[in-house]
């Protein structure tokens, strides 16, 4: 199994960051292969809906990080998708990501690959609904199976490592994986 880790959180070290690496230490008790790509790495242009990825071999007309991004959630079994909430939502780098998956409509290359949500903010998992609908809603669009999550709660940098329930949560979907 290859696990690609995709993180959406600005800060590195960050809540959403410490969330996916138990998650990754879980997988990697089962011997799985994994990466993690911090977003913000990367130059990640808005979807511009020329719908140029519906022909042309489904290739975004778009030639910016996503050219590296691409290649990687194709050859992943399980995509990790981890970000804070921002106003309810996802981040803006998550979203521009989540947009520009548009090609894999087309081409249906996410289809059958499993697909997990991880989400860290100081309200806690009842502010966490749109955004779960959202990740659950294009995961079905795409032929994804939702197969789990982690909503924590926690504000400042770092701070859900002191919430051990979370981090058992995390590691345990990891190995479940
Ligand atoms: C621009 C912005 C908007 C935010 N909006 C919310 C929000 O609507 N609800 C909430 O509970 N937390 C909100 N937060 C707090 C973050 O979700 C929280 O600090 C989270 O732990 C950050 O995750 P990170 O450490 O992985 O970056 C917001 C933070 C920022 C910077």
């Not at 995709?6 to 960051?17: A, E, H, V």
């Not at 808005?46 to 050859?75: L, S, V």
């Not at 669009?141 to 709660?153: C, P, R, S």
Request: glycine share 8%.
């Amino acid at each position: 199994m290859n696990v690609l880790a995709l993180i959406g959180s600005p800060r590195k070290g960050s809540n959403t960051d410490i969330l996916l690496d138990r998650i990754l230490r879980g997988c990697r008790e089962r011997m799985y292969t994994s990466e993690k790509l911090y977003l913000y790495d990367f130059e990640i242009s808005p979807c511009i809906d020329c719908r140029r990825c519906k022909t042309k071999n489904y290739e975004c007309a778009i030639k910016d990080g996503m050219t590296e991004i691409y290649p990687k959630m194709e050859q992943a079994d399980v995509l990790l998708f981890g970000t804070p909430v921002y106003w309810y939502g996802p981040t803006g780098k998550m979203k521009l990501l989540i947009d520009r998956m548009r090609p894999f409509i087309a081409s249906k290359k996410l289809r059958g690959k499993k697909g997990v949500l991880v989400v860290p903010c100081q309200e806690g998992p009842d502010a966490c609904g749109a955004l779960v609908e959202m990740f659950r809603k294009s995961f079905d669009y795409l032929g994804m199976e939702f197969v789990g999550k982690v909503l924590a709660t926690a504000y400042e940098r770092a701070e859900v490592a002191k919430n051990q329930e979370d981090l058992r949560k995390a590691y345990e979907l990891g190995i479940s994986l």
